[in-house]
């Protein structure tokens, strides 16, 4: 029996858990209760619903906020040795359910680990800390007049780490790639305590690629705890551009031929008729849907690729807009109603993000409209693709219902999630283009990976962390193996 757990025989008591980690660990543990409350869970819609509902949650037993790599590591350690459960905290802005505090948990918060560590202009490269938000990450960049290139709509309030444990996606992915294209290294610390680092190389053919057990597998394998990145150069140009289709498949096909051509404006988002009335109200005729795009570069090549861009979009039987739909787009780009105000107007609403290739992609946004317009009190449910590729685009997707009665929201809620997944399913699409899993999707992941894939998951995960401390509840039970949850955590076990 380790040192820490000798005077812990047997269940711990939730109490004996905080004591245990405030002899070891000092100052940097709180059970402050608005502490404990707002480290609960991440802004998962369900968990919004819960709360607005009054449902009590379990709160987390202790949050810990270490400052440096080895507190995450004495931390992990720690709670290796006494069985505890843990789970990282980046920013929160999660809306998958992937953060929750279930009996037992005690949270991780980066909210101390934060900074520029390092940036080095003839390399291209930033190293921050893993808990620095993702603004104050791109402003240290661009005090060099460099950029990182990732703007997820939540960059002001999510973290580094969170975007690689996420697999994040930009507003501007379609030309700089997601967050897996900018990662040049990470430094990790693995449950039982121990510190990896990956190598500062611009590619490497070194065996499997260690950067892969974190990206996406939303704290599960390790605590991010570094991060650096591989920069550009601010961009000389920068022009917006616009256009309105009768179809969606006419815009997709527009997209499809112009990425293939090989022009690339990093955004590009065409939005379908409840989506273009809803963001553009007033700009376009009802029915139809607005593409738009902004392209960066030199100035010679945003000119040469705004002309050829109009010319396939037109070829696809699209009119160009006035471009000033594209300043509207940039300026009203990160605001987003709260679910508090939603849910006062006995509304619950959700966002579902998933990707196909491009021939499926018609018939998918076909069968999920459908289906999720079939959910009893479903008031809105519109799609648009902002991130699109060689091979095919995503959809995100946005519904609104407002059951005939409160006590029905987290049952719509459920609903309408399961009949889009269900739909994409079928049409042969991804469950998840850019948020992940979380506990969202969990029960779908079969349908992705197989019950093989989860099944290598499971060793996967068993091989780096086989007390299953690190944000436990996250992979689907194996079939007959469902366990209630275990509410005691064991110390001295
Ligand atoms: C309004 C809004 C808009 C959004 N827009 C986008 C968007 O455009 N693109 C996009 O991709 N996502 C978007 N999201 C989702 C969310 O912001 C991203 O998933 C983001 O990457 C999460 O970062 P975070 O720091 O908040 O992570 P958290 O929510 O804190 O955590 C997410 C997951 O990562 C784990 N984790 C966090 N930090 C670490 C770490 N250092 N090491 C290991 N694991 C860790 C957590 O345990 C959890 O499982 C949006 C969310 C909101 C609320």
Redesign the pocket.
Known sequence: MSGITDSFNGNAKPEDIAQLLKDKLGAIVSTDAQILKNHQH??WSLSAIQDFQGKQNPLPLAVVMPESTEQVSQTLKICHDAGIKV??????????G??KAEEGVVMIS?EK?TGLIDIDKQNMTATYW??TN?MEAEKLAEKDGLTIGH?????E???????????????FSTANG??EDMVLDIE?VLPDGTIINTKQVPRASAGFDLRQL?LG?????????KVSFSLREMPESSKGQAFAFDTMEDGLDAMREFVNAGWKPPVVRLYDTQETQRQFPGKCLPGKKLLVLIHEGPKDLVDVQMKNVKAICEKHKGWEKNSKIAAHWLEKR?K?PSFKELLEKGIVAD?I?ISATWDKIPGLYKKVMAAVNAVPGVALVGAHSSHSYRSGTNLYITFAAKPDDASKMEETYKACWEKTMQAVIEAGGSISH???I?RVRKDFLKDEIGEEGIELLRKIKEAIDPKGIL?PG?LPAKPGNVKKPDNQPKIGK
Request: hydrophobic content about 40%.
């Open positions: 991440d802004w789970v990282p905290f980046g920013g929160g802005s999660g809306v998958c992937a953060i980066m680990m893993a808990g993702g703007w997820p709509q939540s960059i309030i999510s973290t580094v780490g969170g975007w690689i444990a996420t697999k994040a996606a930009g507003q997601n967050i990790a974190f597998t939303e704290g599960m394998h390790g605590i991010v705890t990160n987003v966002t993000e850019h948020h992940g979380g944000n996250l």
